[in-house]
Nanobody, 116 residues
């Protein structure tokens, strides 16, 4: 059974940091590209960051470049998103996603709220 479980969300003040984790099971994690998406209320889901299966290639959405860092540990079947210099507009539900050859899996999401 495929599972992607996000954790690490919460309430943080503007300028603060959070680290999200995505634990994977039920599939060959190291063979899949992984992504973080987010969806704010009333907005479409958007790509935050993507990392290749081996971790050697990363891409970021324009709104998070220079502030967020995506990484993965294939030995632990886990992906991370380090979020620094958080802004109110980063408030959203964050989802992890695994993809390979047209197949993809989604986690249930974790809420991140940036507010003073």
């Amino acid at each position: 059974q495929v599972q992607l479980v996000e954790s690490g969300g919460g309430l943080v003040q503007p300028g603060g940091s959070l680290r999200l984790s995505c634990g994977a099971s039920g599939f060959t994690f190291s063979g899949y590209g992984m992504s973080w998406y987010r969806q704010a209320p009333g907005k479409e889901r958007e790509l935050v960051a993507d990392i290749s299966s081996g971790g050697g290639r990363t891409t970021y959405g324009d709104s998070v470049k220079g502030r967020f860092t995506i990484s993965r540990d294939n030995a632990k079947n886990t992906m991370y998103l380090q979020m620094n210099s958080l802004k109110s507009e980063d408030t959203a539900v964050y989802y992890c996603e695994a993809h390979r050859y047209g197949a993809n899996y989604w986690g249930q999401g974790t809420q991140v709220t940036v507010s003073s």
